[in-house]
T-cell receptor, first 116, second 112 residues
């Protein structure tokens, strides 16, 4: 009964490859996010989806493309992987609190991506 | 320059109260201040959230001054298991379209 799950947990690949990371939440939340955590533990938001619509698109390279087939899933596809893409990627979800701001986010366990 | 900052690290001993302050001088008007805890190889976990004044739950308190340009997470009587990285999360700029920004994280080391 995992709330937010990600697959795979580890991903090792070579430069130039295309890969996807999947995320699913069973909390019934309206909003889902992708974060990148680098080797210095800095957490940065990449994307946010609310009811299948992109509402935040941070200045990430367009090699990264989020895809949300339904409200419970937000997948991250990465084209032409580069060494600098190596990081831990976290998916999260939250209830849409409307004008009250960002609600409590539930994070997945993370996907450690290593590009060689 | 808008920035969300926290101390990089703190040390404490078991049983002490720990206060971690986050400065967020460009916080959006309408959004909450949220704190997360992260253990190694895990995703961040929600601790507490507040808008103004003081909020308390079973694990922590959150103190927010009237100008909301900072917030202080207070952990009462820490134990070894509280050793973790603590992040504040705020929205900067506009309430609806502003960026969600994490502080750089405070590594708390609790010693016996």
């Amino acid at each position: 009964d995992t709330a937010v799950s990600q697959t795979p947990k580890y991903l090792v690949t070579q430069m130039g490859n295309d890969k996807s990371i999947k995320c699913e939440q069973n909390l019934g939340h309206d909003t889902m996010y992708w974060y990148k955590q680098d080797s210095k533990k800095f957490l940065k938001i990449m994307f946010s989806y609310n009811n299948k619509e992109l509402i935040i698109n941070e200045t990430v390279p367009n090699r990264f493309s989020p895809k949300s087939p339904d409200k419970a899933h937000l997948n991250l596809h990465i084209n032409s992987l580069e060494l600098g893409d190596s990081a831990v990627y976290f998916c999260a979800s939250s209830r849409n609190t409307g004008t009250s701001g960002t609600g409590e986010q539930y994070f997945g366990p993370g996907t450690r991506l290593t590009v060689t | 320059l808008a920035k969300t900052t926290q101390p990089i690290s703190m040390d404490s001993y078991e049983g002490q109260e720990v206060n971690i302050t986050c400065s967020h001088n460009n916080i959006a008007t309408n959004d909450y201040i949220t704190w997360y805890q992260q253990f190694p190889s895990q995703g961040p976990r929600f601790i507490i959230q507040g808008y103004k004044t003081k909020v308390t739950n079973e694990v922590a308190s959150l103190f927010i001054p009237a100008d909301r340009k900072s917030s202080t997470l207070s952990l009462p009587r820490v134990s070894l298991s509280d050793t973790a990285v603590y992040y504040c999360l705020v929205r900067e700029g506009s309430s609806n379209t502003g960026k969600l920004i994490f502080g750089q994280g405070t590594t708390l080391q609790v010693k016996p």
